[in-house]
């Protein structure tokens, strides 16, 4: 695999570093040598194949734009339509992350070395009268093949740098007191920045909660319908609805996507976690949905993957749900998916792969399908669906994740799209210690259902099991091996079928793990030290399972929760609550949520009453707080009641905020504000479920 090079952001140290330099250089050289200095350090302040400042002159009815040395002249009808006409006209900043898809682009305007345009960052200069005038603009960009995109972090370093290179312009020379008072400049200039990017959030956030609200109220009451449904036909009516609600939201977080994407606003939120735990989701979410579709699904985690990585995890899984997505549409009854996260040792990263026997993707076709609303032929959104969003999506939060997205793939024969991101490990260390099953003899019964199936369970235990076998299904029965295994290992196929030996052994005080494809509950009761494993077998589960096995009897104590159970668990708990909301059906929705966990609840319409409520009433123990109200907003709110609980020494109650916004943004506004955790709308029960049990 090619080596993929990322420009790194630079640090505010780093970025003052290259801002001194350009002021040192200017105070030693003419105007025109200085211009044309900073315009190559614009390249190291930001990715750029190429960057420059022109000069702007605008007349009734032509702008006109130059190089200082006159080498590129730019003449334009002033109803022409190009971004770098754009960013001048609204004196406002640009940034266009697929030039070839943006009505804004002009090829013969924004395009004056003849690159290849994928990326095109635009800041305009303005001079310090009051009107503003646009006298230069900066001007960069990145050629197609190069990995990088622009984000807002560069946008912000440009427009403070823009500053000084305004007042370069307007000097013949920079003095040192002039410096000093500039510096001041570029701060003040840099706030003004953050305070318009937080009105665009806001305003744009106001929107999206719009949109989400009455749909949490939709998905809500369909899922309470569903708990309560009995009949058969009226259930797949209301799991159909919860599809396309779901579908829906699906559509909106896309277009979100795109759009913070091509915007440069799109956010990469670090965090330290499990590949086990947090991928292991997707495994077992698209097993069933091939299983239904009657794909055959086989899923591998390499159990040399580290305990703990450091990425964006919600990231990886927005890519790999994308691609699976697409293995499944794309792949017909009877074929095969195969999804793998691999260890790359030597370069401490994670490489992800998809692999499908679907219809394939022809070789002129694969470069282009990476770009937003593309799909390989106009008959394949007719055929399949789809907006075509997905892939592009997927590429690009790739790129900002440290990688490159790839594909093999061959007409008629399937695809595999495959990327490779750092694991940014501080300490490697695995999940699985093999000294703990070492003693331990291993038996696998394959017969000829099994050997596929088994192919990465007979991996898993290669890696954190020192003795083991296979038993092949032959005239010699399982019977004539119970002496040299501690545990069996057999699909459920296999034990119907070889059910009295299955007794026998277990009736020998041995373990055995029957892998099942389905949940049985009839079917394989035996009794003794049986444990059962639903695929897909992930290694965690395998590893503590057969732990589990080899465990005392006393050990073996360890009680696991149903759905149910977890409900009875809240019920016990006799919690109170207090749900904060402005919208009333969203209010009821919760009341009835709450209401069938056994948790009594009041509610509020604005963090304002809330407040009131809850300084008549110290027993309240949870709170589901709104964020976009009248009155008072959601995070005010939450910073009253915990400096009233500071002050008077009230009991602590667990806030969850409730969000339309799923970005970072939002939900540090809570977090910062005081609230335990954050919940995005449309909510789901199993993740209040989940959240209540967390804290209680």
Request: net charge negative; proline share 2%; hydrophobic share 40%.
């Amino acid at each position: 695999m090619k080596n993929i090079t990322i420009k790194q952001e630079l640090s505010e140290e780093e970025f003052q570093k290259i801002i001194s330099f350009c002021e040192s250089y200017s105070n030693n050289h003419n105007k025109n040598e200085s211009i044309t200095f900073c315009s190559e350090k614009t390249k190291e302040i930001i990715p750029a194949d190429d960057a420059g400042i022109l000069f702007f002159t605008l007349s009734k009815e032509h702008i006109s734009l130059s190089s200082h040395d006159k080498n590129i002249i730019i003449n334009a009808s002033f109803e022409e339509e190009s971004a770098i006409l754009n960013a001048c006209k609204l004196k406002q900043p640009l940034i266009i992350n697929d030039a070839s898809r943006s009505f804004l682009y002009n090829d013969k305007i924004d395009n004056f070395h003849n690159l290849r345009v994928k990326s095109i960052l635009l800041v305009p200069i303005m001079d310090k009268s009051k009107t503003k005038n646009v006298i230069a603009l900066i001007w960069a960009v990145i050629a197609k093949g190069n990995l990088n995109q622009y984000t807002q972090k560069d946008i912000d370093y440009i427009v403070i740098f823009s500053y000084f290179i305004r007042n370069l312009i307007e000097t013949e020379a920079l003095s040192i007191v002039n410096i000093s008072s500039d510096t001041m400049d570029y701060k003040n200039a840099y706030e003004e920045l953050i305070q318009k990017n937080k009105l665009e959030h806001t305003y744009f956030s106001s929107i999206i909660h719009d949109v989400r609200t009455p749909l949490n109220a939709v998905l809500g009451y369909l899922e309470l319908l569903l708990m309560k449904e009995s009949d058969i036909n009226k259930q797949e009516y209301i799991e159909v609805a919860l599809k396309s609600g779901e579908a829906m939201i699906a559509l909106i977080n896309d277009v979100l996507d795109i759009s913070k994407i091509s915007s440069g606003k799109m956010d990469i939120e670090k965090v330290t976690f499990s590949p086990f735990v947090e991928f292991s989701d997707i495994a077992k979410l698209f097993f069933n949905a091939s299983r239904k579709k009657e794909i055959y699904f086989d899923c591998y985690f390499d159990p040399m993957l580290p305990i703990e990585i450091i990425s964006d995890y919600y990231r990886i899984k927005q890519i790999v749900n994308n691609l699976l997505s697409n293995a499944i549409k794309f792949t017909p009854k009877g074929g095969e998916i195969k999804l793998s996260f691999l260890y790359i040792k030597e370069d401490d990263a994670i490489e992800v792969s998809v692999e499908d026997t679907g219809i394939g993707i022809a070789k002129e076709k694969q470069k282009a399908i990476f770009s937003p609303y593309t799909q390989e032929k106009n008959s394949t959104s007719r055929e399949y669906g789809g907006t075509g969003l997905g892939l592009s999506i997927s590429h690009q939060l790739v790129v900002l994740l440290g990688g490159k997205l790839e594909i093999e793939s061959e007409t008629g024969k399937g695809s595999r799209f495959f990327f490779k991101i750092p694991c940014n490990t501080i300490t490697y260390k695995s999940l699985f210690d093999t000294k703990i099953l070492k003693d331990k003899r291993i038996s696998l019964f394959l017969s000829d259902i099994a050997i596929k199936k088994c192919n990465s369970t007979l991996k898993y235990i290669d890696n954190f099991a020192s003795h083991y076998k296979t038993i092949s299904d032959n005239k010699q029965s399982i019977s004539d091996h119970i002496e040299s295994f501690d545990t069996l290992i057999i699909m459920h196929q296999d034990a119907i079928i070889h059910e009295m030996e299955i007794a026998r052994v277990l009736d020998a005080k041995k373990a055995v793990l029957v892998i099942c494809d389905i949940l049985l509950q009839e079917e394989c009761r035996f009794s003794g030290n049986v444990k059962r494993l639903l695929f897909p077998i992930l290694p965690n589960d395998l590893y503590e399972t057969l732990i589990d096995l080899n465990q005392s009897e006393e050990a073996k104590k360890r009680e696991k929760y149903s759905f149910e159970d977890d409900i009875e668990r809240i019920r016990s708990k006799n919690l109170l609550a207090l749900v904060v909301d402005d919208n009333p059906i969203n209010l009821k929705l919760m009341r009835e949520l709450l209401k069938n966990f056994g948790i009594a609840t009041e509610i509020a319409q604005n963090g304002d009453s809330a407040i009131d409520i809850i300084s008549q009433n110290n027993t309240i123990d949870l709170i589901f707080m709104d964020q976009n109200m009248p009155i008072m907003n959601g995070d005010e709110a939450i910073r009253i009641i915990r400096n009233e609980e500071k002050t008077k020494n009230l009991h602590t109650k667990i806030v969850i905020g409730l969000s339309g916004d799923a970005s970072i943004d939002a939900k540090n506004t809570f977090i910062e504000a005081g609230a335990d955790d954050v919940l995005t709308k449309p909510v789901h029960l199993s993740q209040i479920i989940k959240t209540i049990l967390k804290y209680f």
